[in-house]
């Protein structure tokens, strides 16, 4: 039984930072695609940062790129999510999620079979 649980989120003003932490239990981050996804009322789930360290792929959204970092401490069986010099447009619900590998990592949401309960994250 897999079961990922998200904590770090809150209120943060633009500019600042913030990190988010995902425990995973009953899976082995190492071998699963593991990912953060973000949803708003007015948006759908996507996809803002995904790792596998099989081959070390990573991969960041554009709206992330050069402002998230996307970690894992396999020893802590965590994934992590820093997040730097926020914007008001990052507010949403972050998720972590993860998803066996089979030949390659998805950044679809449908395709991720196990999800956290999410974390709130606002920037204001």
């Known amino acids: 039984h897999v079961q990922l649980v998200e904590s770090g989120g809150g209120s943060v003003q633009p500019g600042g930072s913030l990190g988010l932490s995902c425990a995973g239990s009953?899976?082995?981050?190492?071998?699963?695609?593991m990912a953060w996804f973000r949803q708003t009322s007015a948006r759908e789930r996507e996809v803002v940062a995904l790792?596998?360290?099989?081959?070390?792929?990573?991969y960041y959204a554009d709206s992330a790129e050069g402002r998230f970092t996307i970690s894992q401490d396999n020893d802590k069986n965590t994934l992590y999510l820093q997040m730097d010099s926020l914007k008001p447009e990052d507010t949403a619900m972050y998720y972590c999620?993860?998803?066996?590998?089979?030949?390659?990592?998805?950044?679809?949401?449908?395709?991720?079979?196990?999800w956290g309960q999410g974390t709130q994250v606002t920037v204001s």
């Open positions: 999620a993860a998803h066996p590998r089979n030949n390659d990592c998805s950044l679809r949401a449908i395709d991720f079979t196990d």
């Open positions: 790792i596998y360290e099989g081959d070390g792929s990573v």
């Open positions: 009953g899976l082995t981050v190492s071998t699963y695609c």
